[in-house]
């Protein structure tokens, strides 16, 4: 791109890993984010257009190079550097109102789920139900019951068509949620309450069957739907399982009270094996989040809303997602943790068995003040968010792990934390009964969402975009709609 010096800066393109497109070249002083966004197409030969942001020392640029460096004293002989991050194709309408509230659940709900088509969504409760909800005529469909104390973990397959949930008592429930049908008896094995649940990826085996449950015993277990029984039982935390996510590799991470995280995997004659153990956490581990999460949970779900006609077409759709989904083919999959010690450890356990960042700083502005709650990536894995029981909500580099900003308005315990689809909005429910929906791009509250009578404990977004679901002391379940 031949310029007149005067007329022109010189800018180095870089993804958000550092690597540079191309070496540096001098663009007009007048260049913005449309014509760098076609700059980025041409180099990268996107045979469709794709839309992209910039930015510059982690702040957005939303003017002509020219004029930034202007307003911010840059001088023209600095290689200005700019880095570009993918856009969402579509967009998300911000959630803003109250579409529906609907009684039902006699006890507080403790967790809410969409099925990764957008269809159904779940709920758990204090009193021992699952229910069902019709999301096109926002009323109950099917109460569940099975249980016989709180059920405090519900998960989706992500080929829709299970669903299962864990309760105080450390049973777990396999259902039909086209019928609200318990499919079995109520399956034995852990000692303790169950903390979390996750299924296999739909790209390593479809239809779903195999799912792994955690438990307050110490122990993980993996079942298979369709047999009724546990496969595997991992063993070796020395406390009580938080929580637990089934990777991409196939790899399942277990965080634990004993301050560990536990790498687990299925060999080829079906017994579970423990890989690695991630200890530089000093307190619980509390949560984990992979990058690839979204896609693992929708498997061959997206925006589209096609129906693919073949089991074969849902697997070979689900692991395109997941190569996406992980970037750069030698991209690894990035897991982040969230502890009782304040700090989130960002990892590439692929690559190293050390943190690549821990995001704590000794400065009293960045790092959590209190235990975080709930750590999770953005769909599009760019950025991580953590929420507190210090009340804010932070935002965090999902690649580099750098601090962005912290959201303030909450004036209790932040529980729960969910993305839009686009990646563009994040939404947070407080022990304060407010939800909150904060805008990525301007690092700022976008609505304020009254209503609960008392704390809300559950959150999800839906991974279509189009509802909101919210549950919590109150007992009755909210919809919120754009």
């Not at 540079?20 to 449309?34: D, E, F, K, Q, V």
């Not at 015993?217 to 029984?229: E, H, P, Y």
């Not at 399982?241 to 790899?251: A, F, L, N, R, S």
């Amino acid at each position: 791109m031949e310029t007149d010096g005067s007329e022109s800066v010189i800018c180095l393109l870089t993804d958000a890993e550092e690597t540079p497109l191309g070496s540096a070249m001098y663009i007009p002083r007048n260049a913005g984010p449309l014509q760098l966004t076609n700059l980025v197409n041409t180099f990268l030969n996107n045979e469709e257009k794709l839309p992209y942001s910039f930015y510059v020392s982690d702040e957005e640029l939303l003017v002509s190079v020219g004029t930034y460096m202007e307003s911010n004293g840059v001088s023209v002989e600095n290689v200005l550097k700019i880095v570009y991050r993918q856009q969402a194709v579509f967009r998300i309408r911000p959630v803003n109102r109250c579409s529906q509230t609907i009684s039902g659940h006699v006890g507080e709900i403790l967790c809410v789920s969409f099925s990764p088509d957008g269809k159904q969504l779940a709920s758990g409760s204090g009193d021992t139900t699952v229910r069902l909800w019709d999301l096109n005529t926002e009323t109950p469909m099917f109460t569940c019951r099975g249980h016989k104390d709180h059920v405090l973990a519900v998960a989706w397959s992500p080929d829709a068509k299970c669903l299962v949930s864990g309760d105080k008592d450390g049973k777990v429930c396999c259902w039909d949620p086209s019928k609200g049908e318990l499919q079995g008896n109520p399956l034995s094995g852990h000692k303790k309450w169950i903390n979390g649940i996750a299924w296999e990826p739909a790209h390593i085996s479809y239809p779903s069957r195999r799912f792994v449950t955690c438990s307050k015993d110490g122990d993980a277990r993996i079942w298979d739907f369709t047999l009724k029984k546990t496969l595997i039982v991992l063993s070796g935390h020395t406390q009580a399982v938080t929580c637990v996510k089934w990777g991409g590799d196939g790899t399942i991470y277990t965080g634990s009270q004993d301050s560990t995280i536990r790498m687990w995997e299925i060999t080829q004659k079906g017994q579970g094996v423990l890989k690695h153990i991630l200890t530089d956490h000093a307190g619980w581990v509390n949560s984990l989040g992979l990058s690839t999460e979204y896609v693992l949970r929708t498997g061959a779900f997206d925006h589209t809303r096609q129906q693919p006609s073949s089991d074969e077409e849902m697997k070979q759709i689900a692991l395109e997602r997941y190569i996406k989904a992980k970037g750069k083919v030698d991209s690894p999959e990035r897991l982040v943790s969230g502890s009782d010690d304040f700090t989130i450890i960002l990892w590439e356990p692929s690559i190293s068995l050390q943190p690549k960042q821990k995001m704590v700083t000794t400065a009293r502005l960045t790092g959590h003040q209190q235990l975080v709650n709930h750590v999770y990536f953005s769909p599009n894995g760019q950025w991580i968010a953590s929420a507190s029981f210090d009340k804010s909500v932070k935002l965090w580099d999902g690649v580099t792990g750098k601090f962005i900003t912290a959201f303030r308005g909450h004036v209790n315990s932040v529980y729960q934390i969910s993305w839009s689809a686009d990646s563009r909005m994040l939404l947070s429910c407080s022990k304060d009964s407010t939800l909150k929906v904060w805008d990525i791009r301007t690092k700022s509250l976008k609505h304020d969402l009254p209503g609960h009578a008392a704390e809300v404990y559950a959150v999800d977004w839906s991974p279509d975009g189009e509802k909101v679901a919210s549950g919590g002391a109150d007992k009755v379940l909210k919809l919120w709609k754009g």
